[in-house]
């Protein structure tokens, strides 16, 4: 029913910058809630980026000023631009889908923020 693949990931120095694409297999794209988590080893996967249905966008204060969600319709592809990288945002990066309460998710993706 939906099929999330995730690119962009990598190896980055801090201050640097990285974007996220994920790519959607959805009949329709705009009906979704879609957004992006992260989970550090150790740590709660968490909410860095989200985007409603209708468009509009919010951020964990974490990542405010730094990161933004955006999407393509015609593509069907949602990205997460990451500027200004800290080490702190060194995490597997998840892209999610939610439509009815029901999350899909990719298959994640290795961020890793080091000189």
């Known amino acids: 029913q939906v099929h999330l693949v995730e690119s962009g990931g990598g190896l980055v120095q801090p201050g640097g910058s990285l974007r996220l694409s994920c790519a959607a297999t959805?009949?329709?794209?705009?009906?979704?809630?879609m957004g992006w988590h992260r989970q550090a080893p150790g740590k709660e996967r968490e909410l860095v980026a989200a985007m409603t249905s209708a468009g509009s966008t919010n951020y964990a204060d974490s990542v405010k000023d730094r990161f933004t969600i955006s999407r393509d319709s015609t593509k069907r592809t949602v990205y997460l631009q990451m500027n200004s990288l800290k080490p702190e945002d060194t995490a597997v990066y998840y892209c999610n889908f939610n439509r009815s309460g029901y999350d899909y998710w990719g298959q994640g993706t290795q961020v890793t923020v080091s000189s």
């Open positions: 959805v009949r329709i794209f705009t009906i979704y809630a």
